[in-house]
């Protein structure tokens, strides 16, 4: 099996869990994946408002530190809920912290994708070298829907995308393969992925395989689902080497 770097891999804590680089760890070892992009968990609480944030931002920067050669890139968190006080914490994030992109999942912040605030923060982004923003999106969602994504990608075409547990359902997948097709900067990331396994198929055709990236959404498993489901495709090596690790090395510029 080709090597893997997986870009959906979460450390720190929230109100119902919590996982530490060593665990993380441990689950990758077991699954095979030797490489991962780090954020923290989306649900992480915030009882000291911005300062939480930067709680966790400084774990995925010690993670990094800790372990470079299997932590090769970090993502911090924001929470528009905290407005324009927040905003510094992009400059960090990217400057003192040295990380590489932002996660936003906004059905957990209560406030929509295409807020101003959020404006704000991709403003912010938009001025460092290669900006990499992991954004959720949910079909029916009213705070994270896919069209949201569309809008944001538009207004900010030097930052790359990528869209989060995109294959989640089949319309969900339509979706985001869809604009994954019409934008260069939008990415899919399989995590979470429906089992059917057309969906992953139709996804390269429309797409481009090129745009596939493989994630786990570890801790949430065990046992990584969407390798056992790559390997039981009739995909090629190379094809798997690609959505395994060649595009996202490339994306972030490994």
Same mark, same amino acid.
């Given at each position: ?5 997986d870009v959906?891999?979460?450390i ?5 869990r ?12 077991r ?14 609480p915030?009882p ?6 930067q709680?966790?931002n400084?774990?995925?920067?010690e ?14 968190v ?55 923003v ?12 896919p ?5 944001m990608a ?27 097709? =019409? &934008?260069?900067?939008i990415? !899919?990331?399989?995590? $979470? ?6 969906? @992953?198929? +139709? ?6 395989i090129?745009? =596939? &990236?493989?994630?786990?959404? !570890?801790?949430?498993? $065990? ?5 056992i489901? @790559?390997? +039981? ?11 395994y ?10």
């Amino acid at each position: 099996m080709a090597k893997i770097l997986d870009v959906h891999v979460h450390i720190g804590e929230d109100l119902y869990r919590s996982c530490t680089p060593e665990m993380a760890l441990e689950r990758m070892d077991r699954n095979g994946i030797e490489q991962a992009v780090i954020s923290p968990l989306p649900t992480y609480p915030t009882p000291e408002g911005v300062k939480s944030s930067q709680k966790q931002n400084d774990r995925i920067a010690e993670a990094l530190q800790k372990y470079p050669n299997r932590f090769v890139r970090g993502l911090g968190v924001v929470d528009p809920r905290h407005g324009q006080a927040a905003v510094p914490e992009v400059d960090r994030i990217f400057g003192t912290l040295g990380l590489h992109g932002l996660l936003f999942s906004n059905d957990k912040t209560g406030l929509t994708m295409d807020n101003p605030v959020m404006c704000e923060f991709l403003s912010h982004a938009a001025q460092y070298e290669n900006p990499v923003v992991f954004a959720y999106t949910s079909q029916y969602s009213v705070l994270q829907a896919p069209f949201m994504l569309e809008k944001m990608a538009r207004n900010f075409p030097s930052i790359q995308f990528i869209n989060g547990s995109a294959l989640k359902d089949s319309t969900h997948a339509n979706c985001s393969r869809y604009m994954s097709s =019409i &934008l260069d900067n939008i990415y !899919i990331d399989i995590a $979470d992925m429906n089992q059917l396994l057309g969906v @992953l198929r +139709s996804a390269i055709t429309e797409s481009g395989i090129d745009k =596939i &990236l493989f994630g786990s959404n !570890i801790p949430s498993c $065990d046992i990584c689902p969407e390798i056992i489901n @790559l390997e +039981s495709t009739d995909l090629s090596d190379g094809e798997k080497r690609q959505i395994y690790y060649d595009n996202a090395a490339k994306l972030f510029r490994l």
